[in-house]
């Protein structure tokens, strides 16, 4: 093979240049897809290297942290904005820009939240299958001990906006070596939830009433006061809060398509019922209590909605007469099923 002389290689080196520029200026008409994929990927790659070892992710999320920004500097620009014309142009805009981020930070928390009950519902083997709706928010997840009959067994709680879910510990995964669960979940509207001795909370609920060991006071306290608030909420949205002791009128059938409590559409199958206590019309589900309001009957147990369930206990606790026939509390949150469901309207 002859070697090129001096004055070739500068030839040869000078084309190479030229080629070069041409490729370069041409870049975006010339790449195959695959070449354009592949000049993507060391871009991506050399990005990630030089922002300081950030992930592409973190990268990419950037323009979202940034919307915050615009926020501030509409909000300094109607400050020292002097021009009275457009005064009122920045004012919008800025009213605008905090709506839109407000909506933006809205959907960010749900996506979330969502995501948060995937992750809880890939980890429990029987979940529910209701389990994800838009409208259930976890408030706080942790791991308690839970008193049983025989054996103390540790159990981990996630408590939402609207149930308490308990899963029991069953292995780690094969897969992903997650850990996995055994879960059951109990609505929130027919619970109790008492301070025990110092580091307990006792959980009354319709179809299971148990304790709970908290790791200190402060954490029991945490707990107790995170699931009454919820409680409390359920509550609020529902029902009055006072309850009555002479019959209450009933609430017209017509007047109530769905059931108030669930919102089950009522239909041929899923019928109408009536608390006895408060007179809103509820389904079935929603009514399994039944206990002797003694200024109804003496004898005969009276049909009860969920939430009256609950207010009737404490009513009794400062008002023995107004009616209870179980001196317990765990037994007053049992529900009795009724045998007599078709005869009830
Ligand atoms: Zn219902
Ligand atoms: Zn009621």
Redesign the pocket.
Known sequence: MKFPSGHQKNKIQQKGKNLLFFKLSNTVQYKSFEEKNEILKAKMLQLQTTASNQMLQSLIIMPVQRVPRYTLFFANYAKFNKNERIKDLVERTLSLIKEKTAQMNAAIADHDNMETLREISRQILNAPDDLIIPTRKLIKDGNLVKLCRKDDKPRKIYLFNDSLLYASFIGDSKEDSKTMFNAKIYALKGCICNAKSTNQLEMLTNQKSFILDCASQQDRDEWLNLINQQIDKLKDNVMQKSLVKAAPIWDQDHANPN??????KFTFLNRRHHCRLCGKV??????YGKWILKNINESAKQRLCDVCMVGFDKEWETNPSVGKIMGNWAQTVNPIIPSDESSDE
């Open positions: 059931c108030i409590l669930c919102n089950d509820i389904c079935g589900k929603c009514s």
